[in-house]
């Protein structure tokens, strides 16, 4: 059976932010991937983000921090952003700190 995919707003309001088309265009193509075996496509995080998958995608520049519902078997997209190591900017950074916040 297939997942259903879900977009929280926080994610969502990160894709509408990509200004290039194709790039978003190619994010929103992956994420479709999602609907059959998501626990297979992506890597588990660790840390505070435990529990949370990431893929890659775009050019391996964007990544897509989501989560899995069994149960419900839906797919859970948290957030999409750029891996830039160190930055605050960081997707990771990010999705940690709305973690640390409960938001997640």
Do not use: C, F, H, N
């Amino acid at each position: 059976m297939a997942y259903q995919i879900e977009i929280t707003p926080t994610a969502l309001e990160a894709l509408e932010a990509i200004a290039d088309r194709r790039t978003r265009t190619a994010i929103i193509r992956r994420v479709d991937t999602l609907t059959e075996e998501p626990e297979k496509q992506g890597k588990p995080l660790r840390g505070w983000l435990a529990g949370l998958m990431s893929i890659r995608t775009a050019g391996q520049r964007y990544r897509v921090v989501y989560g899995i519902d069994d149960k419900g078997k839906r797919v859970l997209i948290y957030l999409v952003g750029i891996r830039k190591e160190g930055s605050r900017r960081d997707v990771y950074a990010l999705a940690e700190r709305l973690v640390q916040r409960g938001l997640i």
